[in-house]
Nanobody, 122 residues
Framework: QVQLSESGGGLVQPGGSLRLSCVLS????????MGWFRQAPGKERVFVAA????????RYADSVKGRFIISRDNAKNTMYLQMNSLKPEDTAIYYC???????????????WGQGTQVTVSS
């Protein structure tokens, strides 16, 4: 059974940085396309970033392009999201997801983590 576990969330001041991690267990990590989504209070969950199995196809939401970096370490079964220049509007629960196809739609992902809270506030 595939399980995803996120970590690295917390409280950070505007302009600060955080790095989220997502560890996949139960199946071979490299067989999955991976993505990050987020859900702000009172809003729907939205796409943040995704990358392909080898990391060659990387996609970002316009709202995070140039500030966030998605990466993966297949040897460690782990995906990362480096978040820089954080803004209050980045405050959300961040979810990692695994699927068979890279993309921006939630429906493409079969497995989801429980989420980690990121709060950007002074």
């Amino acid at each position: 059974q595939v399980q995803l576990s996120e970590s690295g969330g917390g409280l950070v001041q505007p302009g600060g940085s955080l790095r989220l991690s997502c560890v996949l267990s139960g199946r071979t990590f490299i067989t999955f396309y991976m993505g990050w989504f987020r859900q702000a209070p009172g809003k729907e969950r939205v796409f943040v970033a995704a990358n392909s199995r080898g990391g060659g196809d990387i996609r970002y939401a316009d709202s995070v392009k140039g500030r966030f970096i998605i990466s993966r370490d297949n040897a460690k079964n782990t995906m990362y999201l480096q978040m820089n220049s954080l803004k209050p509007e980045d405050t959300a629960i961040y979810y990692c997801a695994a699927g068979a196809v890279v993309g921006e739609r939630e429906g493409l992902y079969n497995y989801w983590g429980q989420g980690t809270q990121v709060t950007v506030s002074s």
